[in-house]
C-alpha cells in the first residue's frame, strides 16, 4: 500500500523559508514522479513541483521557480520542497503525491499524503 506523509508545514512571514517533507513508502513501481500541489480556499489547486524518481528531472510551476527547490533522499525515501521568499500568496494547504509515467499533474496523481497547511502572513 503506498503511503505519503506530508510534514513541515506553518506560519511564516513574507520572505521567510520552510522545508516540507513527504516520506513515502509502499511504491511497487518503478516510473514515477513525486509532486507537490497546493489548495487555497476558493482557488483551484495549482501544481507546484515534481520530480522523477529515474533520472531526478524537475518541473517547477512559474508562479514559484527560483524560490523553491524540490529534492530526494532515495536512502530516507523522502522528497523534500524548500520555500524561499515566501509571499502571502503562496498559502495553502500543501500535498504531495505520487503520479505514474504519464500521468495528469496535478490531478492524475495515483495516492496522496494528507496536506500540510502553509500560511504566510504579509
Known amino acids: 500500500e503506498v503511503q505519503l506523509q506530508a510534514s513541515g508545514g506553518g506560519l511564516v512571514q513574507a520572505g521567510g523559508s520552510l522545508r516540507l517533507s513527504c516520506a513515502a513508502s509502499?511504491?511497487?513501481?518503478?516510473?514515477?514522479?513525486i509532486g507537490w500541489f497546493r489548495q487555497a480556499p476558493g482557488k483551484e489547486r495549482e501544481g507546484v513541483s515534481t520530480?522523477?524518481?529515474?533520472?531526478?528531472?524537475?518541473y517547477y510551476a512559474d508562479s514559484v521557480k527560483g524560490r523553491f527547490t524540490i529534492s530526494s533522499d532515495n536512502a530516507k525515501n523522502t522528497v523534500y520542497l524548500q520555500m524561499n521568499s515566501l509571499k502571502p500568496e503562496d498559502t495553502a494547504v500543501y500535498y504531495c503525491?505520487?503520479?505514474?509515467?504519464?500521468?495528469?499533474?496535478?490531478?492524475?496523481?495515483?495516492?496522496r499524503g494528507q496536506g500540510t497547511l502553509v500560511t504566510v502572513s504579509s
Open positions: 520530480i522523477s524518481s529515474s533520472d531526478g528531472s524537475t
Open positions: 509502499g511504491f511497487t513501481f518503478d516510473d514515477y514522479h
Open positions: 503525491a505520487v503520479y505514474l509515467s504519464g500521468s495528469y499533474f496535478p490531478n492524475g496523481y495515483d495516492s
